[in-house]
């Protein structure tokens, strides 16, 4: 198959499209509308630009079209929006008619007439249908497509260290860490700043996925309102919910329901237009919070300390895309795009890893070793392999010793995007990113790969391209250069597939990334020492790590492990430990 024909299958997705009558986008008017970096027009041969494909050339230190790619990967995926907490996509979406929402009422048989909470399972909101043996659970359906808009991590936690800055920039025009329980505010702000663009509600994600919703008169009907027979509630405020009590039990099944959407699809009630995304990575957008990353682990990027300046385009930019009036768009499918790459790459990603992962005294396990690793590799690339590929048996010293390989590698980074260069015109300014971040990616996946097989074959270890070398002495030192090269790849790829349960967990258990409980800050108004000590007394003191909001048992864990969430079997019956 061509590698034309494989784009352009891959560029026939409408999900995208089908959303334009809530947010249509029209890209006229917008500028730096670019051809792609290259093309392929000479496949047999290396092109006159053969200089960008040298194997030498690492991303560029404050690249992020690998951390816009995972995070467009990630959307409304529950795993790797718990593993990084702080969001930074705003993306316009609709929930299709005939989606139920579900809202648990404080004691209340009185349908919300402000905005309020609702959430896509019904264990979600059973958890806040409070009372004594009985609580009252409200359930809604859309009638129409419902326009929201969605803020990715988990933004419904309320914590000062950044999961709330996106909203907060919406709702009061700047990130406001010292109100991270301002809820109520919160979401009236948003509901009245919504109001004027015809936003429904706004979808965040804590335990599990929850609709701000603005109106519950608006655009949904309700399809029941019961009374239902509920455990009573022994949640107390400082200690931990007993580890057997059925208030335990009800717990769970909020972070049960929540672990439904932790791969892909995610949560699918959600339908996100991709072509109207704002990142707070893409560094045209948003160039201010490139010093403010500056040295940081990935954990700790959050959109606290951006410019005002870029705030306001910001805005401008999401106000654009959520009032244009004409359906415009490519057409192409990013959402799927992304998750073709990642299934390809992945799994055996991780399968070089393991390979890797090898030592021995004896010489010829460790050649086995580097030959099993050597097919794997050329397992990879072999939609790319060209029949009229030369390898040269000596290599003088005026030619790259690799330079044979540059045609393999061009066409491994471009022949999911060499295609799309004729939808560029069609392209919003959301899309041309998503394209660079594809490019960015599967460029640096490609050139790693490529050069790891291309050493593999002038090293001998290749059955299908020969080459005469003696590769005994030379063994140890490719197989540890390999693992480098793999380690890095990984590590600058950073996808949260690759974060699981080792070994996997017992059907009594399920695989669980902890969270933070947050801690309610003491009121405003303690005017006096007495006032101060009252509060403590009520609260305790706060531990040593922080809780597990969405655990009923409230494990105690290391800030550091919350900080870098790390992945646990728990059991799913009684006790939960």
């Known amino acids: 198959m061509r590698s034309q024909s494989i ?7 409408s999900a995208a499209l089908a959303l334009h009558d809530q947010f249509p986008i029209n890209t006229v008017g917008e500028t730096n509308i670019r051809p792609l970096d290259v093309t392929i027009s000479n496949p047999g041969g290396v092109s006159s630009n053969s200089e960008q494909w040298k194997f030498d050339e690492h991303p560029p230190e404050n690249v992020t079209g690998n951390l816009i790619f995972d995070t467009v990967h990630s959307l409304l995926q529950h795993w790797p929006n718990t593993r990084y907490r702080n969001g930074h996509n705003i993306v316009p979406g609709v929930i299709p008619i005939g989606t139920l929402l579900y809202h648990g009422t404080n004691g209340s048989h009185m349908i919300p007439s402000e905005p309020e909470w609702t959430s896509t399972d019904p264990e979600h909101s059973i958890f806040f249908a409070r009372g004594n043996g009985s609580g009252w659970h409200l359930t809604l359906a859309a009638t129409r497509p419902l326009k929201v808009l969605y803020f990715d991590g988990s933004s419904a936690y309320k914590l000062s260290k950044g999961t709330m800055d996106m909203q907060d920039i919406v709702a009061w025009g700047e990130p406001r860490p010292e109100r991270s329980f301002d809820e109520r505010d919160r979401i009236d702000s948003l509901c009245t700043w919504g109001k004027e663009f015809g936003i429904d509600g706004f979808v965040r994600m804590e335990m599990d996925f929850e609709v701000m919703l603005c109106d519950f008169t608006a655009g949904v009907e309700v399809v029941s309102f019961l009374h239902l027979a509920l455990p009573k509630d022994e949640r107390p405020s400082r200690h931990p919910t007993p580890l057997d009590s059925d208030t335990g039990a009800r717990t769970f099944e ?5 672990s439904w959407h932790n791969r892909y699809p995610g949560e699918s009630r959600i339908v996100l237009d991709l072509t109207g995304l704002i990142s707070f990575y893409d560094t045209a957008l948003a160039p201010s919070l490139i010093p403010v990353r500056a040295g940081l ?17 910001v805005m401008e930019a999401l106000i654009k895309i959520i009032t244009r009036p004409h359906p415009v768009g490519s057409g192409i499918d990013w959402k799927t795009l992304t998750h073709v790459i990642v299934d390809r790459y992945a799994d055996r ?12 005294s004896d010489p010829q396990e460790l050649l086995h070793q580097a ?10 690339l072999t939609p790319y392999l060209l029949h009229s590929t030369i390898v040269p048996t000596a290599v003088t010293s005026d030619v790259d010793a690799s330079q044979w390989a540059f045609p393999i590698f061009r066409l491994c980074a471009t022949t999911h995007t060499s295609e799309m260069i004729n939808q560029i015109p069609l392209m919003t300014s959301s899309e041309r990113l998503l394209l660079t971040a594809v490019e960015d990616t599967t460029r640096e996946i490609c050139r ?7 050493n593999g074959v002038m090293n001998g270890l290749d059955s299908l391209f020969h080459v005469e070398r003696n590769v005994d002495r030379e063994v140890t030192r490719l197989m540890n250069d390999w693992r480098q090269d793999v380690e890095k790849l990984m590590s600058w790829l950073d996808w949260s597939v690759w974060v699981k349960c080792r070994p996997a967990c017992s059907t009594e258990e399920i695989c669980y990334l902890p969270t933070p409980r947050p801690r ?12 101060a000590k009252s509060f403590t007394d009520r609260v305790g003191p706060p531990p040593e790590g922080l809780a ?30």
């Open 548 to 577: 597990i909001a969405d655990s009923p048992f409230f494990y105690v864990t290391p800030e550091e492990d919350l900080r870098k969430p790390q992945p646990t079997c728990l059991r799913r019956l009684q006790p939960y430990e």
């Open 254 to 258: 909020v972070l049960h329901s929540g």
């Open 297 to 313: 682990e990935r954990c700790d990027h959050r959109v606290l300390g951006i410019s005002s300046d870029d705030m306001s385009r």
């Open 371 to 380: 030959k099993l690793a050597q097919t794997q590799l050329r397992v990879m």
């Open 7 to 13: 784009a352009a299958a891959l560029s026939l997705g």
């Open 448 to 454: 790693v790969t490529t050069n790891m097989w291309a």
């Open 520 to 531: 309610r800050p003491p009121p405003q108004n303690l005017n006096n020492a007495l006032e």
């Open 349 to 360: 990603l991780e399968l070089m890893q393991y390979l890797l992962n090898f030592t021995s």
